[in-house]
């Protein structure tokens, strides 16, 4: 079996990253494992090909990077009460890019990851982070969607 030291926990303040943080933390507390939180804004370089200058794009950016840090330090005083074995990052990039980066260079064990539940043209459109991050990292992967409604499964012979 495997130990469970490290666990990453990329958040991105969404109703999602509320409803997901409570089994990631419950899971640290379990194992006794340090919990990283880790949240990445969105690289907009990407759009400069649409005529908007590229020092507009990084200082959007680095301005939702600087939001992201406040962010991150008002969840972490609502949700973490007593526990202080964590530590939180923010970083500027591809966010399926960096949690994969972030995960193999900080030696993580483990990565629990919410996902929306999207479907349709809106996934077509918006993505799975989560799906990215499950096809390619080096580490296991929880994904839980907290918007799946309670299912009982009845088990028949």
């Known amino acids: 079996m495997i130990e469970i030291n490290k666990i990453l926990f990329p958040i991105d303040f969404s109703e999602c990253s509320e409803r997901v943080f409570p089994d990631a933390l419950e899971m640290a507390q379990k194992f006794n494992a340090r919990l990283h939180l880790l949240f990445v804004a969105r690289d907009l370089v990407y759009l400069a090909s649409i005529d908007v200058a590229s020092d507009v794009l990084m200082n959007t950016s680095a301005e939702i990077a600087r939001t992201g840090e406040r962010q991150m330090e008002a969840f972490c005083e609502k949700h973490l009460g007593d526990f202080s074995n964590y530590d939180t990052k923010v970083v500027i990039g591809n966010p399926e890019e960096e949690i994969l980066e972030f995960a193999k260079e900080q030696g993580m064990d483990l990565i629990v990851i919410g996902t929306h539940g999207r479907k349709g043209l809106e996934r077509t459109l918006m993505g799975s982070v989560a799906e990215r ?11 839980i969607n907290p918007f799946r409604p309670n299912v009982k499964y009845v088990h028949t012979t």
Do not use: D, G, I, R
Not at 133 to 143: G, H, I
């Open 133 to 143: 991050v499950v096809k390619n990292a080096s580490v296991p992967v929880l994904t």
